[in-house]
């Protein structure tokens, strides 16, 4: 389930991200197993999908927001 924002987010994508993003959503649907990331500093998890973060509520369902991760805060985030 996408909140309003997301589906923007998702919206504006190219469609190759978009592509991208919504087969990530869906195996996380689908199987479940899909690695979640707890959020440091507030509520809810993440998820990579390419260079896109997705962002979940508490209840690993709904989608909150989904925005393109920068390369430089990327590679800094792979070296920690």
């Known amino acids: ?15 190759r991200s978009r592509a991208l993003v919504r087969g990530a959503i869906k195996q996380l649907a689908a199987l479940g197993s899909v690695e979640l990331k707890k959020l440091e500093g507030r509520d809810g998890y993440r998820m990579n999908a390419g260079d896109h973060r ?3 509520d508490e209840d690993k369902v709904t989608v909150l927001a989904i925005y393109r991760v920068r390369q430089a805060a990327a590679a800094r985030h792979k070296e920690l």
Do not use: G, N, Q, V
Not at 1 to 15: N, V
């Open 54 to 56: 997705i962002l979940f």
């Open 1 to 15: 389930m996408l909140t309003l924002k997301a589906a923007r987010d998702l919206e504006m994508l190219p469609e």
